[in-house]
């Protein structure tokens, strides 16, 4: 079946973000006088707010709540932003360069304050015809509802759409939800071989996002 609609992710595709949400979970758990590890950084990786928190909030034994995790990072996310926003090379170039043959839409795990953010600084919110927010998503990623969601909302049938991830949840998010998937992830955070596999194809820079790809993907073969 035809491509009709390109659903992107943001943290890690968009916005090489994810070591800004690193260095904030290290620094948040210094400032307790403990150790955030790349083990705990991979679980946070992909998932809804809430999921996030809670893994901060189980791996570091933490007594604070989820809400004020959640207001902490936010916090600390933004303000990095505010001094350079990281867009990943190619990035905004290939949502302009999607948009001209597809439909295109955002769906993101991130908290809605910093989608926001991020989509005016880059003029995005022009751009994508739908924007899906974790936050309004009560089951985040890896289950397939923030995708579902994506395509309800453009009218597109799974099989006619084609999702970019970074992260092992968002590609199980994505072929849970029946779409073709697309593995992008930041330079510094590679994926394991298994969440590979479930990719129908492995860019390492969003200038390599083309027509060209999708349609080698559309015609059925692994690339």
Do not use: C
Request: proline share 5%; aromatic share 6%.
């Amino acid at each position: 079946m035809p491509i009709e609609a390109v659903i992107f992710d943001m943290d890690g595709v968009l916005v090489d973000s994810e070591v800004y949400w690193d260095e904030s979970r290290v620094d948040f758990a210094r400032d307790r006088g403990q150790i955030w590890t790349d083990e705990y950084q991979r679980l946070a990786m992909g998932r809804s707010t809430v999921g996030w928190a809670a893994v901060m909030q189980e791996q570091l034994q933490l007594a604070e709540s989820i809400d004020d995790i959640i207001a902490e990072m936010k916090g600390r996310v933004i303000a990095r932003y505010e001094r350079r926003m990281p867009t990943r090379p190619g990035a905004i170039e290939s949502v302009h360069r999607m948009k001209q043959h597809f439909r295109v839409g955002l769906a993101s795990g991130s908290p809605t304050e910093i989608i926001k953010a991020v989509l005016r600084i880059t003029g995005l919110d022009q751009v994508f015809e739908v924007m899906i927010y974790g936050d309004n998503i009560p089951r985040g990623k890896p289950a397939p509802d923030i995708y579902l969601e994506a395509l309800k909302q453009l009218g597109v049938a799974p099989e006619a759409a084609l999702g970019i991830e970074d992260s092992a949840n968002g590609l199980r998010s994505l072929k849970a939800a029946g779409m073709a998937a697309v593995a992008a992830p930041s330079p510094g955070y590679p994926l394991p071989e298994d969440a590979l596999m479930l990719a129908d194809t492995h860019i390492t820079t969003l200038e390599n996002f083309t027509v060209d790809l999708v349609r080698g993907i559309e015609r059925g073969g692994r690339l």
